[in-house]
């Protein structure tokens, strides 16, 4: 990511594609905001971050934060619900430790850096990352280190938390130049050839600036002041243009936004409307049955007055006709009748050339459970036999084993199931593997 940005975008950009885990979508969008910056491309790195800040975690609205601040927009509305986390607000005081130093108050600075020193961590050292290559840049400005050797303590310290980071190795030779060898040099200047990160091309050429002016070569001094001036160059007209295009983009954002909460006012209140007139419509007709019903039970209630004397004595059914209904109905089970999922007692009666009464009383008296109970048990040891000597009907999805044995739906199959067998059928298909 330090070194080549452009790589890093597009290993990221893949990632982000073929994952849809959203912690895993939100990193990738913070990572992509750091590639497109660490490249001076302001433009896609603001987009990003008005399209997914309100996505991300402390950690993600601190990157932001710093990025923007890089650009010189320092008054952001989506860290708000943030601005009292203990990350965040040690990111905001060492970008108040470079504004000091910007300003030629380094001691005020340190008094700073001294007090957030001891609250820099291995595990919450990355946030940080950019926001001290802000300060360490600054503080390597005017040879000021030099002239101070007693804040080279918290300096040390600093560049201590980010051993294999090449930025920052290269503002501790910037600030303590004596350790510059030839084959670092060399070494390193490779790696900056190759590198598409503007921002580490220029800390370097910086450290080259003064490596060449101490030793008085004036040809290499005059050759990198010229790159890094044309590096500059790009990184500030992207920033002029960064601010521009950040007043337009969240003006376009607000604008949207008022838009659509307008349209949403107009769609609740018109909704509340509608709303109002079906109750309104619904109590009318609620009034109307209620009346009906009224008159319907005063005339059903007289009618039963007349007729209470004239009840017929429940009918008997016969020891006999049980057990012909009942042989009957074991002949029945094995057409396997009772996968149709349709099958009522009224079509079961039907089948069996009797009535739903005498079946219901035979399902009862022999089978010792109701009609619904009858027909669910015999379905579950049917799939069961299916699950036990078939080894297809282990792959299938509960689903089509649901429909196989007849039942309505998946979720009324898996409920019986269990009831029945005391695991869900997913788990027996489990213990069977």
Not at 66 to 71: D, P
Not at 318 to 345: A, G, P
Request: aromatic letters at 12%; one cysteine or more; hydrophobic letters at 35%.
């Amino acid at each position: 990511m330090i070194q080549n940005p452009l790589k890093a975008r597009e290993l990221i950009s893949f990632t982000k594609k073929n994952y849809q885990n959203k912690e895993i979508v939100n990193l990738c969008n913070r990572l992509l905001v750091k590639a497109y910056y660490y490249e001076n491309n302001y433009n896609d790195a603001l987009q990003q971050i008005l399209l997914t800040a309100d996505q991300q975690n402390v950690e993600g609205v601190i990157s932001y934060r710093t990025i923007l601040y890089s650009a010189g927009i320092k008054e952001v509305g989506f860290t708000k619900k943030y601005n009292q986390a203990f990350l965040f607000q040690l990111n905001e005081e060492i970008l108040k430790a470079n504004e000091l130093v910007l300003q030629n108050t380094q001691e005020k600075a340190f008094e700073k850096i001294i007090n957030i020193l001891p609250k820099i961590t291995h595990e919450n050292k990355d946030n940080f990352r950019d926001s001290f290559i802000f300060l360490l840049s600054n503080l390597g400005e005017n040879d000021w280190l030099t002239k101070h050797s007693n804040y080279h303590h918290p300096v040390l310290k600093i560049l201590s938390y980010y051993p294999d980071d090449l930025a920052f190795n290269i503002l501790n030779k910037r600030m303590f130049p004596a350790n510059i060898s030839e084959d670092w040099l060399e070494k390193t200047s490779n790696l900056i050839d190759n590198s598409t990160n503007l921002r580490l091309k220029i800390i370097y050429y910086s450290l080259l600036q003064n490596y060449y002016l101490d030793n008085k070569d004036v040809s290499n001094y005059t050759l990198i002041s010229d790159k890094k001036e044309e590096q500059l160059g790009k990184k500030n007209k992207a920033i002029t243009q960064a601010r521009s295009q950040w007043i337009y983009l969240t003006e376009k954002k607000y604008d949207d936004e008022f838009i659509f909460k307008n349209k949403r006012g107009v769609f609740i209140i018109t909704s509340i409307i509608l709303l109002f007139g079906i109750i309104t419509i619904i109590l009318i007709i609620k009034i109307r049955q209620e009346k009906i019903k009224s008159k319907s039970y005063l005339l059903l209630s007289n009618k039963l007055k007349i007729n209470s004397s004239k009840r017929k004595e429940p009918q008997v059914i016969s020891e006999n006709v049980k057990l012909i209904l009942l042989e009957k109905l074991e002949k029945l089970e094995l057409t396997n009748f009772y996968l149709d999922s349709n099958i009522s007692i009224q079509v079961l009666a039907k089948k069996l050339d009797s009535n739903s009464k005498y079946v219901s009383d035979t399902i009862n008296t022999y089978k010792k459970k109701s009609f619904t109970s009858y027909i669910n048990e015999l379905r579950i040891e049917y799939i069961k036999q299916k699950l036990n000597n078939e080894l297809i009907y282990r792959s299938y999805k509960i689903k089509y084993l649901a429909e196989e044995s007849g039942f309505s739906s998946h979720s009324v199959f898996s409920s019986v199931f269990k009831s029945i067998e005391g695991i869900s059928p997913a788990q027996y298909i489990q213990l069977l593997k």
